[in-house]
């Protein structure tokens, strides 16, 4: 081997080694793909939009020992805050495309916010919603409807159930409010007021169907009037929780246990147990607010509690 081959040699391994380090080098990309998964229920397309997610201190909020939350978040890998999704469903039957919560946007910080790219990523346009149904008016609910005081969702009427508009949209409330309980009724009113204005707000006085395929159910204990909604086609179900549950590691496998953002925690764990075992002897799928995105599955009875069995992957047919 002469001195040149030697030469030549050493040239390209210190070429190969820093090639090797630019690419070790490359930055962290540190973005998921858009929030959107698509799926079909019967004659229905669903799609669920994830509005980013909000790490919650669980094992403070949940109205049991700390210890106890922490064993059951264990179980699943998980520990407290718990990084949770925050969720909402847009529903095309076909002759109208409902939207059925609206996220947080700026309400709760820089990891939500994020539903309007999602939605507008899942191919459709905000003017081309027809309805919006809310579950409930807390802010990462809501919040999405407005932009700097502006319908984000312009031809669209929203529906939400009548106690909580009297409840959240009422100054007297709002005046009377202390600490952070006043975020509650700015929220909903900074984010409802604008379609009220408009003539674009509809209150649900009592259970209804609300467009083909989609009813309203009253199920309070959350907020007053928190309401689930029930979407059928061609024989398939889908029943959209709202805010039943906040904490799937822990309250499939005791439903008893409360959280404190609920306005009555005993209607709302009877309410919570209710859904769980109907969903669980109909077989149908359940999706909520704060599943693990993309927030679908089964409810599978398992002794006193249950289990929640996400929907696998699959592509809309």
Same mark, same amino acid.
């Given at each position: 081997?002469?001195?040149?081959?030697? @030469?030549? *040699?050493?040239? $390209? /391994?210190?070429? !190969?080694? =820093?090639? +090797?380090?630019?690419?070790?080098? #490359?930055p962290m990309?540190?973005?998921q793909?858009?929030?959107?998964y698509?799926?079909?229920?019967?004659?229905?397309?669903?799609?669920?939009?994830?509005?980013?997610?909000?790490?919650?201190?669980?094992?403070?909020?949940?109205?049991?020992?700390?210890?106890?939350?922490?064993?059951?978040?264990?179980?699943?890998?998980l520990k407290?805050?718990?990084?949770?999704?925050?969720?909402?469903?847009?529903i095309? @039957?076909? *002759?109208?495309? $409902? /939207?059925?919560? !609206?996220? =947080?946007? +700026?309400?709760?910080?820089?990891? #939500?916010?994020?539903?309007?790219?999602?939605?507008?990523?899942?191919?459709?346009?905000?003017?081309?919603?027809?309805?919006?149904?809310i579950?409930?008016?807390?802010?990462?609910?809501?919040?999405?409807?407005?932009?700097?005081?502006?319908?984000v969702?312009?031809?669209?009427?929203v529906?939400?159930?009548?106690?909580?508009?009297?409840?959240?949209?009422?100054?007297?409330?709002?005046?009377?409010?202390?600490?952070?309980?006043?975020?509650?009724?700015?929220g !909903?009113?900074m984010?409802?007021?604008?379609?009220?204005?408009a003539?674009?707000?509809?209150?649900?006085?009592?259970?209804?169907?609300?467009?083909?395929?989609?009813?309203?159910?009253?199920?309070?204990?959350?907020?007053?009037?928190h309401?689930?909604?029930?979407?059928?086609?061609?024989?398939?179900?889908?029943?959209?929780?709202?805010?039943?549950?906040?904490v799937?590691?822990?309250?499939?496998e005791?439903?008893?246990?409360?959280?404190?953002?609920d306005?009555?925690?005993?209607?709302a764990i009877?309410?919570?147990?209710?859904?769980?075992?109907?969903?669980a002897?109909?077989?149908?799928?359940?999706?909520a607010?704060?599943?693990?995105?993309?927030?679908l599955?089964?409810?599978r009875?398992?002794?006193?509690?249950?289990d929640?069995?996400?929907?696998?992957?699959?592509?809309?047919?």
């Amino acid at each position: 081997m002469t001195i040149t081959t030697l @030469t030549r *040699s050493a040239a $390209v /391994l210190a070429v !190969a080694a =820093a090639c +090797s380090m630019a690419q070790a080098a #490359a930055p962290m990309a540190k973005f998921q793909a858009p929030g959107f998964y698509r799926t079909t229920l019967g004659d229905f397309e669903v799609t669920v939009l994830n509005d980013g997610s909000i790490d919650l201190p669980v094992d403070q909020l949940l109205k049991q020992p700390p210890a106890k939350t922490n064993a059951a978040l264990a179980k699943s890998f998980l520990k407290s805050p718990v990084e949770t999704s925050v969720n909402a469903f847009l529903i095309n @039957t076909g *002759s109208k495309l $409902v /939207l059925i919560d !609206a996220g =947080a946007a +700026s309400l709760f910080g820089p990891t #939500a916010g994020k539903l309007l790219a999602n939605f507008k990523a899942s191919g459709y346009k905000p003017e081309q919603v027809d309805e919006i149904y809310i579950s409930h008016m807390h802010g990462d609910h809501v919040g999405g409807l407005t932009a700097n005081e502006q319908r984000v969702f312009p031809n669209a009427v929203v529906r939400a159930g009548k106690l909580d508009a009297d409840y959240y949209l009422n100054p007297g409330n709002l005046d009377k409010a202390t600490g952070e309980e006043k975020q509650d009724f700015q929220g !909903a009113m900074m984010s409802l007021n604008p379609y009220v204005k408009a003539g674009k707000f509809q209150p649900i006085i009592a259970n209804s169907e609300l467009v083909p395929g989609i009813k309203s159910y009253f199920n309070g204990g959350h907020t007053p009037g928190h309401i689930t909604y029930v979407i059928e086609s061609a024989g398939q179900k889908l029943v959209l929780l709202g805010d039943l549950l906040h904490v799937q590691a822990v309250q499939f496998e005791n439903p008893g246990v409360g959280v404190n953002f609920d306005s009555d925690s005993k209607v709302a764990i009877a309410e919570r147990k209710e859904a769980f075992a109907a969903a669980a002897k109909g077989g149908y799928l359940i999706g909520a607010s704060h599943l693990s995105f993309p927030a679908l599955g089964h409810v599978r009875a398992d002794g006193k509690g249950y289990d929640f069995v996400p929907v696998n992957y699959a592509l809309p047919r």
